[in-house]
Every structure is written in C-alpha cells, then in structure tokens.
C-alpha cells in the first residue's frame, strides 16, 4: 500500500487542573454556582461564629465566648452534612457515567492537624495502587467523606467541652477549633474541584436528576458528646 490509513489520535483526558479552569455549559454552570453558594453561605457563618468566639475569648468574656462556641458548634454541623451528602451523591451518580473525571489525591501539606494528614497520605498511597481512574474517584469520594466526618466530630467534641466548662486544657481545646476550621476548609474547596471536573464529564441528560439529588435537603444529626468528668473554665 502507498498510503497508510491514519490512525485517529486518541481522546486527550483532562486533569483536575484543567476542569477546574475550564468553562461550564450555562446549565452545568447553573448547578455548580447554586450549590457551592450554598457551601460558601455556610462556611462563612461558621468562620464568622469561630471568630467572634474567639474575640470574646481574648477580651476575657469567657462566658460568651462558651455560648457562642456552642452556636458555631451548630453551624458546623450544617456545613458537614452538606459536604458528606455531596459526596454521597457524586458517588451514587458516578456509578452510572462511563467517563469518570481524573482526579488527584489529598495533599497532607494542605492540612494541619492529624485526622487531615493521615486521611490525605492513605488517600495518596491507595491513589498509586488502585488500578484504574475509576477506583481512584470513588476512594477519594470516601477519603473526603469520611475525613469531613471526622473533623466534624472532633470539633464537636472540642466545642462541647469549652461550652459546658469540661475542659481540662481549654487553650488547647481553642486552638484545635481552630486547625479543625482551616483543616474542614480544604475539604470544602477539595469537594469544590471534584465537582466540577465530574459535572464536566456528566452526561447533559443526567444533570436534572443529579442536581435535585444535590439540591435536596440533608438530615442534620448532632452527634451525642462523650462524657468528660473534669470541669475547667473556658
């Protein structure tokens, strides 16, 4: 043969760097805006509850800085249960998309306390074990899931010490409110990028039922705090 038949390059997959800058379709972009609006919305109240606490803490209004903690406790719990149902939904509705987005593990650099570092360097050594983009979506789904869980609990345990005057150090009890809040901020913008990249390889006909799913009301559960037999001030 004079000529051969050129083979038809293969499909260039983008990496989550690339979604993330990349432009929505309006409708796919519609979805994105409104729900990580409504992360915003509830990240910010609990920064501004966190501050305020800690402000009343440091002019020594030991009393409001307790109750106002208690508050953030409640505000933080919101913003968890919209995480964690967010990535419930994204691994339900990624079991029925054929072209999974590629994603990147967590980064231990990226968090500051222990639960982050150690969820974000199993996350990364299974990344390099698990065969296959697929495997590795659904495990970073849970990863962050479950680290979501976690930092919620523990700052519920922490708040719930210094609101009801248990703690046995409670300057350590403040400062790790405070880790927690920048640890659970970037799960929020981790849950952002893995957003995006799947709504970019969410088939158009799917985006209806998958944006209801992500749009529905989550139940808030309050966990029931662990008993502490010390009682210290705040």
Known sequence: MLFKRRRAPSPVRRNASDDW????????NQV????????????????????EALAQRA????????????ITSNLLLRLTSMLTNAC???????????????????????FRGDTGQSAASWNSLLH??????????????????N??????????ENAHDIAAGLSVKPAA????????HYDLNTCLRESEVILKSFLHALPAE?????GTALSRPCTVTKPRPMPRATRASA
Request: proline share 3%.
């Open 206 to 210: 799917h985006l209806a039922v998958f």
């Open 59 to 70: 002019r020594g209004e030991l009393v409001c800085a307790q109750q106002q903690v208690a």
């Open 128 to 145: 390099n074990v698990l065969l296959g983009e697929r495997s590795r979506f659904f495990h970073k789904l849970r990863i962050l899931s």
């Open 173 to 180: 009890c403040w400062k790790q409110l405070d880790s927690l």
């Open 21 to 28: 800058r990349a432009t929505l379709p309006r409708e796919k």
């Open 88 to 110: 419930a939904v994204l691994s339900e509705s990624g079991k029925h998309v054929s072209n999974l987005p590629l994603v990147q593990p967590l980064h231990s650099e990226f």
């Open 147 to 156: 680290t979501v869980e976690h930092l919620g609990s523990e700052f519920e």
């Open 32 to 51: 994105f805006e409104s729900t990580v609006r409504d992360w915003e919305c509830a990240y910010a109240m609990l920064s501004v509850s966190l501050d």
